[in-house]
Nanobody, 122 residues
Framework: QVQMVESGGGMVQSGGSLRLSCVASGSTFSSYAMGWFRQAPGKEREFVATIGWSGAIRHYADSVKGRFTISRDNAKNTVHLQMNSLKPEDTAVYYC???????????????WGQGTQVTVSS
């Protein structure tokens, strides 16, 4: 069982930056692949970024590639999402998730945080 708590969301102007953090409980954090997903009002939850257990493998959605960076610190049971050059279309609730293997698919993740709101104004 893994419990996660996200933080770092907020309101920012277009072109600004935010850094999301997700702290996980449990001693097995380093064995999980971690992902960030987002869900805008009226839309399905969508993949943003994922990182393997060692941090060596990372994948990004095309819509955020070059602007967002996912990282993890296994010693602190934490995964981060650095978001730069934010756009209004990045507005959503952002969720971190833990799964058995790196994946872009929502259903592949077993554990989810409660989400943190990111709002980008134009």
């Amino acid at each position: 069982q893994v419990q996660m708590v996200e933080s770092g969301g907020g309101m920012v102007q277009s072109g600004g930056s935010l850094r999301l953090s997700c702290v996980a409980s449990g001693s097995t954090f380093s064995s999980y692949a971690m992902g960030w997903f987002r869900q805008a009002p009226g839309k399905e939850r969508e993949f943003v970024a994922t990182i393997g257990w060692s941090g060596a493998i990372r994948h990004y959605a095309d819509s955020v590639k070059g602007r967002f960076t996912i990282s993890r610190d296994n010693a602190k049971n934490t995964v981060h999402l650095q978001m730069n050059s934010l756009k209004p279309e990045d507005t959503a609730v952002y969720y971190c998730a833990a799964g058995g293997s790196i994946s872009t698919v929502v259903a592949e993740y077993n554990y989810w945080g409660q989400g943190t709101q990111v709002t980008v104004s134009s």
